[in-house]
């Protein structure tokens, strides 16, 4: 579904990623870690086309996507942005989520059709939040802002979502509900997800497969308990710790080493 | 049929009666008194009466391009606020006026509106304000992006610097020159060639039709330029097509009608109080308004102490203030 093959980028003369090559397979749930300025973020970025590559191609779906219009892209491709605002944005969740219908309409199209309602409905009921659709967004809560996004990506109807740490500034409940979510959608919708998430405990549980990141180079590519080792942590994270097997899920579980001296 | 159709099409009917009625209350008033029951009978009977040709060649053509500049400006600051995501860009904050006022000025002091006729002060504010686009243009665009900031600050600085220019032509020119350099300045819209009120309307109504091929990217502007491109908007390629748009649109009206301030700020402002951000209806609400405002502000301008005219300038900008403050006082000022 989506290849990346020799992907450098970055913004100025200065490289964050470098020659990255790597593909995603249809319906597969993708997490992208990495330490903090590993250019996890800038990897999503160059996906959906907000940076230029310097060198490399991205291909989405046998497609380079520089040969594809934005608008083109956006019907299959969404966004999750990290922590996202909406100060002073005066509008309704319903209104907001809307919004994702805007690459789907054509040239002289003003209104929404039922179609566009239903699916932002149906988008709004998966996230839960159908009760507070007449909310204005600026009143939201962290969590519910965030449930609000997803639906105006899922509205977009997307084959592939990413998402930059979703679940970053959340509470455990709202983490554990919408990643739950995520692997829902993954699961009964078919849908394809990258997903860049900084808690490796919880990457670790939802993943299907991890891509670890380190200096703007792809470190190691595989499933969970092959990339989630103490030597690759520690070789990438200059932090010890302990693995340890998730006495329900079987996937590996760190634990940190705080330093007694 | 859903409730916000209904809300729209309240706000459309409603801005049209009121820009009706302004119109046909600024079409009735003047300096020189028509009485009301006269008017029908004077528009049956035709041509050739005095009334008739105060009515249709001078109070008309001054309605018809009040809803043209006051249309267009309002349109240009819905675009410039919307695209900036600042409100308090307008129109005159990229220094279209400032290049428009600049050339007027120097046209007026070496006196070559004398020579080649009144056409050339239009002529040659259109010309600054082209000019002036130009270079904000050129120095905001790094590697083919459009750098919003960028553009801001430049106009804000062209701005300053053609007003320094403007005051050192006023020192040195002389004082029947003097008046009129401040007589454009401070905008005014009688124009005596039907012509270029006929262009101005077309223009203005033309820019109406293709800021809607924009609405839903202006729609998307609003969460940032960056969500903007998820939601597949071609960023680059709207940020130059608006600028553009919004320099055509506010060159003419400055170009025709002088430097009109205020309602290219307060309009886009109290619309987006009023009717929302959502630019389907932004847009047509910002045009009808703008356009009634204007109207209104140039009818006080030309009555209030008829026979002599105050400058609608100075209008819009007390009717205006008085009015932003008013309505920032009522309700909570929106960042869009």
Redesign the interface.
């Known amino acids: 579904m989506l290849e990346v093959r020799e992907l450098t980028c970055g913004y100025n003369k200065r490289f964050i990623l470098k020659a990255i090559n790597f593909k995603v397979r249809r319906e597969v749930l993708l997490g992208i870690i990495g330490p903090n300025g590993s250019g996890k973020t800038t990897l999503l970025r160059a996906i959906t086309k907000v940076i230029k590559p310097q060198n490399g191609k991205i291909f989405f779906e046998e497609k380079d996507i520089w040969q594809i219009s934005f608008k083109e892209l956006a019907k299959k491709v969404a966004f999750v942005p990290q922590a996202p605002l909406s100060y002073g944005l005066d509008m309704t969740v319903e209104e907001f989520v809307l919004l994702g219908r805007i690459p789907h309409r054509k040239v002289f199209q003003f209104l929404e059709t039922k179609y566009d309602k239903a699916i932002a409905e149906e988008a709004m009921a998966l996230t839960n939040i159908l009760s507070i659709k007449d909310r204005p967004i600026s009143e939201l809560s962290g969590g519910e802002r965030q449930l609000t996004f997803l639906a105006k990506a899922l509205t977009q109807e997307p084959k592939l979502l990413l998402l930059d740490e979703p679940t970053a500034h959340l509470d455990i409940a709202h983490r554990v509900r919408i990643l739950d979510l995520i692997k829902r959608l993954n699961n009964s919708f078919k849908l394809t997800v990258i997903i860049v998430l900084h808690d490796l405990n919880l990457a670790s549980q939802y993943c299907d497969e991890l891509i670890l990141l380190n200096n703007g180079r792809l470190y190691k590519r595989g499933l969970p308990e092959e990339i989630l080792t103490a030597e690759n942590i520690e070789d990438v994270y200059k932090t010890k710790v302990i693995i340890k097997e998730d006495p329900i899920s079987s996937r590996p579980y760190i634990f940190l080493v705080p330093d007694k001296g | 049929m859903d409730k916000k159709?209904i809300h729209w099409a309240f706000f459309i009917l409603l801005f049209s009666l009121i820009l009706l009625a302004v119109s046909a209350f600024s079409f009735l008033i003047g300096s020189s008194h028509i009485p009301l029951n006269k008017i029908i009978p004077l528009i049956l009977k035709g041509k050739g009466t005095i009334e008739y040709s105060i009515l249709f060649d001078i109070r008309l053509p001054r309605i018809l391009l009040g809803l043209a500049v006051g249309g267009a400006l309002s349109i240009a600051g819905v675009i410039l606020q919307g695209m900036f995501r600042n409100p308090l860009v307008e129109p005159y904050t990229l220094g279209i006026s400032g290049g428009a006022a600049l050339l007027v000025s120097l046209n007026i002091s070496l006196g070559l509106n004398q020579r080649f006729g009144l056409i050339s002060l239009p002529a040659s504010g259109f010309l600054g304000a082209i000019v002036v686009i130009l270079v904000v243009y050129a120095l905001s665009v790094k590697k083919g992006i459009l750098k919003i900031q960028g553009l801001l600050l430049t106009g804000v600085m062209i701005s300053f610097i053609s007003s320094s220019l403007i005051m050192l032509i006023m020192a040195i020119s002389k004082a029947e020159d003097l008046h009129g350099i401040v007589f454009w300045i401070m905008g005014s819209l009688e124009e005596p060639n039907p012509l270029l009120i006929k262009l101005m309307l077309l223009i203005s109504i033309f820019g109406l039709i293709i800021s809607?091929?924009f609405?839903?990217d202006l729609?998307?502007l609003?969460?940032g330029e960056?969500?903007a491109?998820?939601?597949?908007?071609?960023?680059e390629r709207t940020k130059k097509s608006l600028f553009i748009l919004a320099s055509i649109l506010t060159g003419f009206s400055v170009g025709i009608a002088g430097i009109i301030g205020f309602v290219g700020l307060l309009v886009p402002h109290l619309m987006?109080m009023i009717v929302?951000?959502?630019h389907?209806i932004l847009l047509i609400s910002a045009f009808l308004s703008g356009a009634a405002f204007l109207i209104l502000c140039d009818t006080l301008a030309r009555t209030i102490i008829a026979p002599l005219e105050l400058p609608v300038g100075v209008i819009t900008g007390i009717v205006g203030g008085g009015l932003f403050i008013y309505a920032l006082t009522k309700k909570e000022p929106?960042?869009?």
């Open positions: 159709l809607y091929l609405c839903f729609n998307a609003l969460l960056e969500e491109l998820h939601l597949g908007t071609n960023i987006r929302g951000s959502d389907r929106l960042i869009i």
